[in-house]
Every structure is written in C-alpha cells, then in structure tokens.
C-alpha cells in the first residue's frame, strides 16, 4: 500500500515538472518578443525543410540549432527575471549580467543563422538555376 503511494506522488511530482516547465516556455512566448521572434523562425524553418525536403542530418542540425536557440533565450529570460527582481536601480553589474546573457542569445542565433545558410541557400539555388 505504502509503495503504490510514493509512485503516486512520484509520478504527480514528475507531471507538475513538466506542466510548471511548459508554463514557462508559455510565459516566455507571451512576454516576450524575441522568443516570438525565435519561434517564428522555427516555424519557417520547418516549412523550408518540409519544403526542400531536407535529410536526415540536416533535420539533425535545425533541430540542434532551434533547441539551443528556444534554451538560450529561456535562460536569458529567467537571468533578466531574476536580476529585475534583485534590483530596481540602475546598477553596472545588473547591466552586465543582462547584456552578456542577452550577447549569448545572439551568439546562438547567429550560429543557427550559419547553420540554416549552409543547408538552405545551396538548395534554393538550385531550385532558382
């Protein structure tokens, strides 16, 4: 009796992770524009695999690409969030902390902007020669 308990407790913790997970990535889209932009992206690079019928691996590399992107810009928005919370004045560290984490987000998209450039523009060539 004691055992079917803690699964039932284990198993409602694991579900209200991923439901307080899921409400985050929410959150974010909704708060805020660049995650809009990203998803955005995310979308039309689909299409355009979809579309250019894309292999394997190259399905790979957009995937990697996108989710290192969506991470990145939750993890931006989370430090923001905090730091907001730490301080309501102006203070240099604060600005650091929020200009390096907000540097990551667009050292990320520009990497997945490469990697997007790499598989889609020799196709569309093709298609357009």
């Known amino acids: 009796m004691k055992s079917k308990r803690l699964i ?4 409602k913790k694991i ?4 439901k307080y997970a899921f409400e985050g990535i929410v959150t ?7 995650m809009k932009i990203h998803v955005l992206a995310t979308v039309l690079v689909i299409l355009l695999g979809v579309i250019l019928k894309i292999n394997k ?5 957009c995937t990697f690409a996108i989710t290192i992107v969506i991470s990145a810009e939750l993890f931006n928005t989370a430090l923001e969030t905090i730091v907001d919370m730490i301080t309501k004045e102006k203070n240099v560290k604060a600005k650091i902390a ?5 540097g990551a987000v667009l050292v990320t998209a ?10 889609f523009i020799p196709k ?3 298609i357009l020669l």
């Open 124 to 126: 569309i060539l093709q």
């Open 28 to 34: 974010s889209f909704k708060t805020e524009r660049n």
């Open 8 to 11: 039932k407790v284990k198993t």
């Open 110 to 119: 520009i990497g997945a902007t490469v990697v997007g450039t790499i598989i």
């Open 57 to 61: 691996t190259e399905w790979i590399l």
């Open 98 to 102: 929020k200009d390096v984490s907000a």
């Open 15 to 18: 579900i209200n992770s991923f």
